[in-house]
């Protein structure tokens, strides 16, 4: 499967186009990926042009709680059997985009990037379209990644807040389903 395709027109800027040239106002100045329609875009309805953050993977899942929670304090290498397959799974799910979360997973080593990315999708940025020639086109999203990706990203970002269960209430439900599942072994 190939994840990304060249990219050398910024004329032809569209979903899922990576570029380089956004200033984020700090130091790392990350490459981005567009969001904005598609639609837009191509007919020049478009004022703003959208665009998330891009990381390395390994540097977003290597400074995670959550990888640091599977592996021992020492790090992958002294981590047991049992920690190491932990984070393989942990892994498969982000390459595969099992879960919904903040990051989607993109393989841009056919690329000019030559190196496994994650979109952010809690680093948004919305600039005036203007700025569109100096940017620097770099690869493309292939869809059906680019529609996949959109979908996480709305999934993301358009949750409906609900109030959570308390603890004891979480607590009794656990029991309860505990119980159940014992029973329906039996």
């Not at 995670?64 to 498969?92: C, D, I, P, W």
Request: negative net charge.
């Amino acid at each position: 499967m190939e994840w990304t395709t060249p990219f050398n027109d910024i004329n032809q800027l569209t979903q899922g186009s990576i570029i380089d040239g956004i200033n984020w106002g700090d130091e790392d100045n990350p490459v981005s990926i567009v969001l904005s329609n598609a639609c837009d875009l191509e007919h020049e309805h478009a004022s703003y042009l959208i665009v998330a953050a891009l990381y390395p993977a390994s540097a977003i899942i290597g400074n995670s709680r959550e990888y640091k929670g599977m592996t021992h304090q020492n790090g992958f290498s002294a981590s047991s059997k049992k920690q190491k397959n932990a984070v393989e799974n942990k892994l498969s799910d982000y390459i595969h985009h099992r879960t919904i979360n903040r990051y989607y997973f993109i393989d841009c080593t056919a690329s000019d990037l030559d190196m496994l990315m994650m979109v952010d999708f809690q680093r948004i940025l919305s600039l005036p379209i203007d700025i569109k020639n100096s940017l620097r086109p770099i690869a493309q999203l292939n869809t059906p990644l680019k529609e996949q990706m959109m979908m996480q990203f709305v999934s993301y970002t358009s949750r409906i807040p609900t109030d959570r269960v308390s603890q004891e209430d979480e607590q009794v439900i656990k029991n309860k389903l505990l119980e159940e599942i014992i029973e329906f072994e039996k």
